[in-house]
Structures are given as structure tokens and as C-alpha cells.
């Protein structure tokens, strides 16, 4: 289109877009919701929509003076670098994926935080929340974006180690989402299994591993939201080889019935496993 056939300057259209008012999180989310229902119609009801958790890092190495602008750890270079981590729910059926919700995150240490938001910012704002959610613990961004969007049709979330605590798998089943991930291979997380809480580590000593196949083997156990709970959620670990090195991979599922190679079958866009 011919720029200078729009009824607008450009001028227009840069002031609409640094509006504080205008909720871009939840256009869409609309705009989403109606692209799925239309994919929705075209698909069996048997393939398993999911959502996806990303979490990546947005570089603005050249900026200086953007709003909240941090010093952000790039955990593939393993250097501090000028940027936002951005947060994203996404949908997928399994051969379409669509962003539904994301945050742009800061820092939570004002040491890190390079340059202070706007203080005249009106506070009944869709902006001035957006500033407020980049700067709190990106778990808790991430429950609050999951419950934006829980009309979608979706029966699993997905998401790698990074998430991978107990407390945020309880509550993502509290939400009617089942989870399949990556775990952290730490001795400080602790699982339920034959009567006794060990780690991850202690759990895959006892196991005895497959002959052949890339999948070592699985077991049933359970985690609990805190050492204070009292309920108790039952979950799938799928052991598996690692593609690039002789080392193994844990990959958590709170639905105990579907099989190992399902599992690692959903997980795989994170994974570094062989399937």
C-alpha cells in the first residue's frame, strides 16, 4: 500500500501506538481467539492443542533511553547485555503457532534497571501496568498471562526447565492444564518416589535402564507445592538420551496415562532428545 493514499500521517500513527491507553495485550488475544476457532473447524478433534511458554531475550544493545531498559543475562553468550526478557504464552495444535499473550520483562533489581519508567503515567493505565508487571518475578507474570487466557482451547502447557518448579507445576494443574517439561537436573528439588523424597539425580540411579531404544525409562511420582502441603500431585519422568552429549535428559508429565514417546513427542521443541 501506497503511503500516501492513507488518511492518516505518520506522525498519527506513531503517537497511537506510544499510547498508554490502548490494551494491546488484549487486541490480541481477540485477534487470536478468532484466527483459532477457524483453525479449530479444519482439524480432528483427536490432535492435542497446546500452549507454549517461551521465554527469550529481547536485545537493545543500542538503546539508552527506553523505558525500564536493564542489564539482562543472555544464558547463551553467558554475558550481561542492554535489553528485556520477553515472556510469551503461545497456542499450537501441533502445526500452527500463534502468540497469544506476552510480557516484556525488566529487571526486579533496581541496580540492573538502566533507565527509571515514567512516573507521569497515568496509573489507571493499561501502560502504567505494563510497566508494573515487567519489574515482579517473571512467575508470576507468567500465571497471571496463563489465566488472560483461558478461554483458549488448549490441554497441556508447555515449558522448559527454566519454569520447572514444583510450586509452578501445582499451580498450573490447578488451572485444569496438564504440563509436560524439561526439568532442572538440581539436587535441591525434591520428587516423591518409593516412599521417599529424592532429586532427580537419586531417582535416576534406581531406575534400570532400557536395552535398547533412545528412552531409558520412566516412573511415577509426586511433587508437592511446598514442604507445608499436604496434597499431593501425581507426574510421569521420562529419562531419555541427549542428541549432543552421553549425559540424560528428565522430562515431567502430570498426565501419568499417555505414553513415553508421547511425551518427549511434545516436549521435543525444547528438548535436546533424540525422538
Sequence with gaps: MNPENLS????????FLNSSTFNWARLLLLLVTLIIEGINQLTSEDRVSVLIVDDSLYDRS??????????VFDHTTR????GFKMLTIGWSDGNTF?????????????????????NSIDKRSSGYKRRNEATVKSTETLLKLLDSVKGLPAKYLLFDSWFAFPKMIAEVVKRNLDVVCML????????????EWMNIKEIYKRITPADKGDIIGSVIASIRESKKSQELVEVKI???????SKNWLAVLSTNTSISNEEIIRMENPYSRCYI
Design 8 to 15: 492518516f500521517k505518520k506522525n498519527t500513527a506513531y503517537r
Design 62 to 71: 543500542r538503546s539508552n533511553k527506553v523505558e525500564l531498559l536493564s542489564r
Design 79 to 82: 554475558k550481561f547485555v542492554k
Design 98 to 118: 500463534l502468540p497469544v499473550a506476552f510480557s516484556l520483562m525488566s529487571s526486579r533489581h533496581e541496580k540492573k534497571i538502566l533507565c527509571p519508567a515514567d
Design 184 to 195: 532442572k537436573l538440581s539436587s535441591k528439588i525434591h520428587y516423591l518416589y518409593q516412599s
Design 238 to 244: 521420562v529419562f531419555v538420551k541427549d542428541r549432543h
